[in-house]
């Protein structure tokens, strides 16, 4: 008798835990999630058309990689859908319009437009410096 009474103090132990986690876990909104990392939606939703004719890479790629959005089509939640557009490498035209994967994942940047060309530091001029 003295195990099945031990047993059901460890189930409503076991029962109390767990309500009370589901009762602490906060419910996200769509489009909330780490305050740093954006989708292509989040990125591209303060700019002018959508971002239509901007420049967006994810934040791991190499410098002067990356897509020029040519077409957003949203789905019924704005931080979500799917975007077409051409992919430079090296800042040359790398590929044909193609639709751009990964375009929910939590990991992309704006690309600002600059007047200089992106070009490598020599050695000596970090020495220099």
């Not at 971002?51 to 790629?61: E, I, R």
């Not at 979500?80 to 992309?108: D, S």
Request: contains cysteine; positive net charge; glycine residues 8%.
């Amino acid at each position: 008798m003295a195990s099945a009474h031990t047993t059901m103090k460890l189930l409503r132990r076991a029962m109390a835990t767990a309500t009370e986690a589901a009762v602490k876990v906060p419910l996200k909104k769509p489009g909330e999630g780490h305050p740093k990392r954006k989708n292509l939606f989040d990125v591209v939703k303060v700019l002018p058309n959508w971002g239509v004719g901007s420049k967006v890479a994810k934040s791991h790629w190499r410098p002067e990689t990356f897509y020029k959005i040519t077409e957003i089509k949203l789905y019924k939640d704005p931080g979500h859908g799917a975007a077409w557009g051409i992919y430079h490498e090296a800042g040359v035209e790398a590929g044909k319009l193609q639709k751009i994967g990964g375009a929910n994942k939590r990991c992309w940047k704006h690309i600002e437009e600059t007047s200089q060309p992106w070009r490598p530091v020599e050695k000596s001029q970090v020495s220099q410096a």
